[in-house]
């Protein structure tokens, strides 16, 4: 177990707060389409990479449970 880092309640919000992005990110193509520029492919790559990351790393953080307490 972790000493250091996020509680498991914080891990929890961020996996939420990920989750909601994701679905918020394939709302927006859903509904406007897949974008024509580079600058749109940009947009989307950035927020899949960060709310995909962020869901993957607080997964296996929960899994593993390696947060400060063990509740």
């Not at 909601?20 to 927006?28: C, D, H, M």
């Not at 947009?43 to 962020?54: C, H, K, S």
Request: hydrophobic content about 40%; aromatic content about 14%; charged content about 20%.
């Amino acid at each position: 177990m972790n000493k250091y880092g996020p509680t498991r309640g914080d891990l929890k919000f961020r996996l939420a707060f990920s989750i909601v992005g994701l679905v918020l990110t394939s709302g927006a193509l859903h509904y406007r389409g897949l974008p024509d520029g580079p600058g749109g492919w940009e947009a989307i790559g950035i927020a899949t990479l960060f709310f995909g990351g962020t869901f993957v790393w607080t997964l296996f953080k929960l899994i593993r449970k390696d947060h400060p307490d063990g509740l």
